[in-house]
């Protein structure tokens, strides 16, 4: 799943998380990364399009470069 988070300071960060994850873990995470949260976007991705390497799922958390 990617999900978009701004940021309060204005810095807006992709993560691709898997659907596993607690919102309340992933929130605590992306805290500890960037600051205080304005607001966050969740996406699923279409079931027969994924771009997402099965290791990098395995892994846990990646993040994506981010949007300015």
């Known amino acids: 799943m990617k999900i978009l988070v701004h940021f309060k300071s204005g ?3 992709t993560f691709i998380v898997p659907k596993c994850m607690l919102a309340l873990e ?4 992306a805290r500890e990364i960037g600051g205080n949260i304005a607001s966050i ?3 699923l991705p279409p079931s027969r399009q994924t771009n997402i390497a099965p290791i990098e799922l395995q892994n846990g958390v990646s993040r994506l470069p981010d949007k300015r």
Do not use: D, G, H, L
Not at 26 to 29: D, E
């Open 26 to 29: 992933f929130r605590n995470m």
């Open 41 to 43: 976007e969740f996406s």
């Open 11 to 13: 810095f807006k960060q």
